[in-house]
């Protein structure tokens, strides 16, 4: 299908991506997996061919192309596996804060390693007890000299263990009311003293995207590392989740298509009482109700893509596809495993890996009830 916001150098640019992925992804995906890590390699060769933050200006090592070229990125991964979602939250979630909002010497100082994959990012928000109740976050930062005192936990991270600069998002006025309006945002490099990682995290699926708690202990950072204004952290991040749920979005509805085209294929080789199971009823009219949600997922996405890259307020469709594009993908992954069969629970089979990497990203970014509160009070209730 051509979306409508692709022009003829986004189909050479998907067609040489791909081509990269086929040598340097896809033969070594299941080999990730189970080292549960994407090796530093692959982001470094990611960075050599531009396929990392294409839309930076040309000056900190990008391409200044329009976000189109990211979607094609974010579209290609998902499609070797749901476990490089954290090259898109590099790229087009944790990036983007530095290049609106950081100081022209942080862009110069960061962004270049950015885009040659030399240097990996992560934003910490989470923390054990505060989930969806961002401006409930503990971890504070107290202003010494021309030092930040960090204290504080994080968990849930993403690129935890492999990032070189993380995004902290954390309470430099405690006292304030109401309580988001002390939220800042921190840049905390790896080597900073007093910042430690704590567990990788064992997770259901997405094994071989690295997950981590992250521990500050009165760690120093510069205050040179503040990203734009104290107390304007909070509305930084509000600002910044439309594009960040948008990826989730893009990434459930490429894997809806990809666990589709996985079961169409099975369904016609295999046999059963004599004939292809595609033949018998009940599967043509799964495939057929799998089909047709995941076309009006499509036209609906590609849409608000469009409208996202003109820049235009669309948070309560984003908040609406996160939402129904994410059940989406559960509710298809579920049908896809059923009608493998006893194939469909082997690890052999790709669609094993994707029903259990997919359930996570209706809790992520926002959980999913998060979404609803969201289109309610858009409503107008």
């Known amino acids: 299908m051509k979306h409508h916001y692709l022009t003829e150098d986004h189909s050479i640019f998907r067609q040489a991506l791909r081509k990269f992925l086929q040598k340097e992804a896809y033969p070594f995906y299941d080999e990730w997996e189970k080292n549960r890590m994407v090796p530093r ?3 470094t060769k990611m ?43 590099h790229s087009d979630i944790v990036v983007p804060y530095i290049s609106e909002y950081g100081s022209e010497e942080q862009k110069k100082k960061w962004l270049p390693s950015c885009t040659s994959g030399k240097m990996i990012t992560a934003i910490a928000m989470t923390e054990p007890g505060t989930g969806s109740d961002l401006a409930g ?30 995004i902290v998002a954390c309470k430099t006025d405690t006292t304030i009311s109401p309580p988001h309006k002390g939220i800042s945002l921190l840049a905390i490099e790896r080597d900073a003293p007093g910042f430690s990682r704590g567990r990788k995290l064992d997770k259901v699926g997405l094994h071989c995207q690295d997950t981590a708690e992250l521990i500050f202990e009165d760690c120093k950072v510069p205050k040179d590392n ?8 909070f509305q930084y991040l509000m600002n910044k989740l439309q594009q960040e749920r948008l990826i989730v979005a893009i990434a459930a ?37 799998m089909a047709t949600d995941i ?11 469009a409208e996202h890259m003109d820049g235009k307020d669309v948070v309560t469709k984003v908040s609406m596809a996160k939402y129904k594009l994410t059940e989406m993908a559960r509710e298809i992954a579920t049908e896809c495993m059923q009608l493998h069969g006893g194939y469909g629970y082997m690890e052999e089979y790709q669609i094993a890996r994707r029903y259990r990497d997919i359930p996570v990203a209706s809790i992520y970014a926002g959980t999913n009830e998060i979404m609803k509160v969201i289109i309610a009070k858009n409503l107008g209730l």
């Open 226 to 233: 503040l990203i734009g204004e104290e107390g304007k952290g």
């Open 137 to 166: 976050i503990k971890t504070t930062a107290k202003l010494e000299g021309d030092h930040y005192v960090v204290n504080g936990q994080k968990t849930f991270i993403t690129n935890g263990i492999q990032g070189d600069l993380v």
């Open 253 to 289: 509805q490429t894997a809806s298509e990809e666990m589709f085209s996985l079961t169409m294929d099975y369904v016609k080789s295999r046999q059963a009482f004599g004939r292809a199971i595609g033949e018998f009823q009940n599967t043509q009219f799964k495939m057929a109700e």
């Open 41 to 43: 390699a692959f982001w």
């Open 295 to 305: 076309e009006m997922g499509r036209v609906f996405l590609d849409g608000l893509i």
């Open 47 to 89: 960075g050599e061919q531009g396929f990392l933050c294409p839309d930076l200006d040309e000056v900190y090592g990008g391409s200044g192309v329009d976000w189109g070229f990211s979607v094609i990125i974010n579209e290609e991964l998902e499609r070797v596996g749901s476990g490089l979602i954290g090259i898109g939250l």
